[in-house]
Every structure is written in C-alpha cells, then in structure tokens.
C-alpha cells in the first residue's frame, strides 16, 4: 500500500505543478491583452481547486480500486467514482461560470481561466509522460556497458 501512496502522491504532485505554471502563465496572457483584472486571477485558482479536486478523488478511487480482489468490484468501484467525479465537476464548475456572468449577484471570476483549467492536467500528464520516457531511455543507455 505504501507503492500506491507514492504514486498518487507523485501524480498529484505532477497535477499540482502543472497549475503552479498554468496560473501565472494564463494571467500574463490576460495581462499582455490587456484584459487582465482580479476575476481572472480568481478564475484560475478556483478552476485549478476544482480540477485538483477532480485528480485527486481520481487517484485515490484508482488506488482503492487496485487494492481490490476481483475485477468485477473494482470496475465497480471505477465506475461510481466517475459518477460522482463528473458530478461533482458539472456542479463546481457550473457555479464558476455562474458567478462569471451578470445573472450573479456579484461577478467573482472570469469564466476562461475555469474553462482553460480544464485541459490543464491532460497537458501536465502528457508532459509528465515524456519527462518519464526521457529520464528511463537515460538511464537504460547509462547502464549499458560501452563498447559495441
């Protein structure tokens, strides 16, 4: 159990980094268009908790459902949990972007930070992935003796 906790420690870890540059990052762009305000700043943080929230219930549904005996309960187990992730998603994300239109009683965010926030971890996997590749290919050509 303690393997399954280092790997959703270490992919939260890579989720949670990948906000660090994503928040910074979509606020310069704001502000280099000229349109950057406070709602924008809260935008992104708020759509980055919730996605953060999203791949972490994901992880620990994962690791809970590799821990269990037979296939059928851990597709099971997957199967509700994604029901509730994308639930929760809709709700969270759907009172972001209320709360980024004029039919709220105040405008707290900009609604494309929330938006954006979304693609965000499939960007951050994705890199994630190749650092990994590069790093194994390194180390198999490091262990291979030289010569031929």
Request: charged content about 20%; proline content about 4%.
């Amino acid at each position: 159990m303690d393997e399954t906790k280092r790997a959703v420690r270490e992919f939260m870890l890579n989720i949670a980094l990948g906000f660090a540059v994503y928040i910074p990052v979509v606020c310069a762009g704001f502000l280099i268009a000229g349109r950057f305000g406070l709602n924008v700043l809260l935008g992104a943080v708020y759509g980055s908790a919730v996605m953060i929230l999203y791949y972490f219930l994901f992880a620990r549904a994962t690791a809970k459902a590799a821990g269990e005996d037979s296939p059928e309960a851990a597709k099971k187990r997957i199967q509700a949990a994604y029901s509730l992730r994308m639930f929760m998603l809709v709700i969270l994300m759907g009172l972001g972007i209320f709360f980024s239109t004029d039919y709220a009683p105040a405008v707290i965010f900009h609604w494309l930070p929330i938006i954006i926030s979304m693609i965000v971890p499939r960007i951050s996997i994705a890199v994630w992935q190749i650092v990994r590749m590069a790093k194994g290919g390194t180390e198999k050509e490091s262990d291979e003796p030289d010569g031929n």
